[in-house]
Nanobody
Framework: QAQLVESGGGLVQTGGSLRLSCAASGRTFSSYHMGWFRRAPGKEREFVAA???????????YYADSVKGRFTISRDNARNTLYLQMNSLKPEDTAVYYC????????????WGQGTQVTVSS
C-alpha cells in the first residue's frame, strides 16, 4: 500500500484559489493513476479529478463537470507528488478533499490519504 498525505487546504473566500498537494510514498508513484475526491458535509464522496500514469506522454486528465475549467490536476513524478490547483472557488466546493491511488482495481480498492479540509466562505 502507498502512503498518501494531503496538504494545502484551508479557508478561502469565494473566487479565491488554493493548491492542494498529495505526497506519495511506498510504491512507484509514476506507474499508477491518481485522483482527487471530496466529501461535503452530509453528502456522499464524489469524484473531482483524475490523471493517468504516463512515462513518455502528457498524461490524460479527467474532471467532474462541476469543477471543469476551474480546477487543474497535475503530477510531478520526480517528486512523487500530486497537485490540484483550484481557482474561482465557490462555497459549494467546501469539503474534505482526498487523494487516492488506483493500484489496478479502481480507486475504491486503492490507497487513500487522510484528507484536507477546504472551506470557501461566501
Amino acid at each position: 500500500q502507498a502512503q498518501l498525505v494531503e496538504s494545502g487546504g484551508g479557508l478561502v473566500q469565494t473566487g479565491g484559489s488554493l493548491r492542494l498537494s498529495c505526497a506519495a510514498s511506498g510504491r512507484t508513484f509514476s506507474s499508477y493513476h491518481m485522483g482527487w475526491f471530496r466529501r461535503a458535509p452530509g453528502k456522499e464522496r464524489e469524484f473531482v479529478a483524475a490523471i493517468r500514469w504516463s512515462s513518455y506522454t502528457t498524461p490524460s486528465t479527467y474532471y467532474a463537470d462541476s469543477v471543469k475549467g476551474r480546477f487543474t490536476i497535475s503530477r510531478d513524478n520526480a517528486r512523487n507528488t500530486l497537485y490540484l490547483q483550484m481557482n474561482s472557488l465557490k462555497p459549494e466546493d467546501t469539503a474534505v478533499y482526498y487523494c487516492a491511488q488506483d493500484q489496478g482495481a479502481g480507486f475504491d480498492s486503492g490507497s487513500w490519504g487522510q484528507g484536507t479540509q477546504v472551506t470557501v466562505s461566501s
